[in-house]
């Protein structure tokens, strides 16, 4: 799964197929290493995904936030 | 209907035509019941000072010729789900009612309401259905439902009426998912008819940012009329074809517009869509990837240490490999060593019975023949002592023998020796060989 495609969902799918392959005990110690890896890196995605819904309700109105973007816009422009 | 009363006597008007004088009340009893034999019908007119009382809600049903007063009974009007504003033409059906009030109270007319709808709703209704296979033809239905939504957004925007209800909806559901993200309020008429290409503009608006991964569009309970603004053809073509999923709340769960059917879900109340923008309890998901994280530790120390345990066991393996077939090869040798004592003392067992055998048969034979067998042993015994070396070495011969004590009994092996024994009866005397 490229970075581009993954979404909190299907990270966390993904760890969820992980642990039910090493629950099998079927994966060899490499393919274990590296899964275990692999879960890591997508369980430090999920939680950096809660973690930007969770500091705190940020309300915008739309026409402040098209304003800010315009002004960014002509700034790099 | 009551007989006609009494006129009281002696209180009369002098000189009067009219009969009476009646006890007010009797007469307003029969005004109530000649009014309630009018006939049931439905009036249609607008709506004006509607109030709820204790019991019943009252309004004014007017047109350019006349007005009526009308009541209603609360809990009939509150089944409807209606809302009545000045100007809203209605259809009443009920009849006519008068309440003779009494010595504290005062009489009422009204037209007693127990049927209403809103005016003009079936055409809207027409209108609308006409408007729904049209755009179902099309293919606006689809789209939105292909959308990817996400279970988790960052930012989420946010279609309703500034002072609407419906807006304090919304963040009550997101609260109760435990959602805190990005919020992007846009405010838009929801009523009148600049309604659909405010909330249109609006949801395109939302759409050109980035960030916004699912708008809700949101609006509280309202008449078909208030709600017709949501079943505007531009504004379904617009969300039908936004790259963001749009969820409708729109009215309460009875009414349906077209929003509903265009958007990718369509919600009973905006708490519920709120809650379908962001579709995991994030507390509970919090909790959810700290067990995930645990099992996967978990696993993958499990997996090294019973590899590391298998390995050193591994490494033993030789050793203990040796150990145990020395275990075994000794245990053997005891079961050899058990099992040849045993067979020994069988053996011995075995010879003892035999020996006893042979005493036995020796002293059942040694009756009859005893003499002629000590004749015979006597004889043996004889020749036996004629063959003794002894008594031959007593009638002076002597006997050579070597180092190891072995008879000499030719020349040629005593040269060889050269150094023999002579043995006597009565012992032994070196010599030396000097041929």
Request: glycine share 8%; charged share 30%; net charge positive.
């Amino acid at each position: 799964m490229s970075s581009g495609e993954r979404t909190y969902e299907s990270a966390v799918a993904r760890i969820e197929e992980i642990i039910r392959r090493l629950d099998s005990g079927d994966a060899g110690l490499r393919e274990t290493l590296d899964l275990v890896k692999e879960g890591r890196d997508l369980v430090e995605y999920c939680a950096a995904e809660l973690d930007a819904v969770s500091s705190g309700l940020d309300e915008l109105r739309l026409e402040e936030l098209v304003a800010r973007l315009e002004r960014a816009g002509t700034e790099a422009g | 209907m009551s007989a006609r009363p009494k006129p009281i006597s002696g209180e009369g008007i002098p000189d009067s035509d009219l009969p009476g004088p009646y006890p007010v009340g009797s007469y307003a009893e029969r005004l109530r019941n000649r009014l309630r034999e009018f006939a049931r019908v439905q009036l249609v007119g607008e709506v004006w000072g509607f109030r709820p009382g204790r019991a019943r809600v009252y309004f004014e049903l007017r047109d350019a010729r006349g007005a009526l007063p009308c009541s209603m009974w609360q809990s009939d009007f509150e089944a409807l789900g209606v809302k009545l504003t000045d100007g809203l033409r209605i259809v009443a059906g009920g009849g006519c009612d008068y309440y003779p009030g009494s010595s504290t109270s005062s009489p009422s007319f009204s037209f007693a309401v127990t049927e209403l709808r809103i005016a003009g709703e079936g055409d809207l209704l027409v209108q609308l259905e006409r408007l729904r296979r049209k755009l179902a033809a099309d293919g606006l239905f689809e789209p939105q439902k292909l959308l990817h939504r996400p279970l988790l957004p960052r930012t989420i925007g946010v279609v309703t009426g500034e002072r609407g209800k419906a807006r304090d909806d919304v963040l009550a559901g997101l609260e109760r998912r435990g959602w805190a993200g990005r919020l992007v309020w846009a405010f838009a008429p929801v009523q009148d008819r600049h309604a659909a290409p405010a909330i249109a503009a609006a949801l395109r608006e939302l759409a050109a940012i980035p960030e916004v991964e699912v708008a809700i569009v949101a609006r509280g309970g309202g008449s078909l009329a208030d709600l017709f603004a949501f079943c505007d053809e531009a504004l379904c073509r617009t969300v039908a074809l936004l790259r963001v999923p749009v969820i409708a709340s729109v009215g309460h769960h009875t009414d349906r517009t077209l929003i509903d059917d265009v958007a990718a879900v369509s919600c009973s109340t905006p708490t519920h869509a709120a809650e379908t923008a962001v579709g995991v309890d994030c507390r509970a998901a919090r909790a959810h990837v700290a067990t995930l994280t645990r099992r996967l530790h978990g696993q993958g120390r499990r997996a090294i240490v019973e590899r590391a345990r298998t390995l050193t066991h591994l490494s033993r393996a030789p050793g203990q490999h040796v150990a145990r077939h020395r275990r075994h090869l000794h245990q053997l040798l005891r079961e050899l060593r058990a099992s040849a004592k045993r067979g020994g003392d069988q053996g011995r067992s075995l010879a003892s019975v035999h020996m006893l055998v042979l005493r036995r048969s020796a002293a059942r034979a040694a009756g009859a023949d005893r003499v002629r067998r000590r004749a015979e042993l006597e004889r043996l015994a004889l020749a036996l002592a004629a063959h003794d070396p002894d008594r031959t070495l007593a009638r002076g011969y002597a006997l050579v023998e070597d180092d190891a004590g072995d008879p000499v009994t030719s020349a040629a092996a005593a040269r060889k020796a050269e150094d023999v024994a002579l043995r006597f009866r009565d012992g032994r005397v070196r010599a030396r060989v000097t041929e």
